[in-house]
């Protein structure tokens, strides 16, 4: 994504979850109906492949922050 995309997703994204009073399942909806926009613009494959990216990098984030 360019830096102009970014801007613009972040800014719907912030717009998006404030009007929601910032409720998790509110951006779990945004991320879900954010892919399946994905899917109809490009296929089920490519969003499929996009979220399974973002999983891994949350995972790898997760496991270098976790403590016993």
Do not use: I, N
């Not at 970014?6 to 951006?27: F, G, I, K, Y």
């Amino acid at each position: 994504m360019t830096s102009d995309q970014d801007d613009r997703a972040l800014e719907a994204v912030t717009e998006a979850l404030s009007q929601a009073r910032h409720d998790p399942a509110a951006c779990a909806a945004l991320m879900r109906l954010a892919g399946q926009a994905l899917a109809r613009l490009t296929s089920h494959d490519r969003a499929c492949q996009v979220h399974a990216g973002l999983a891994r990098r949350h995972a790898e984030r997760a496991a270098r922050c976790w403590r016993p």
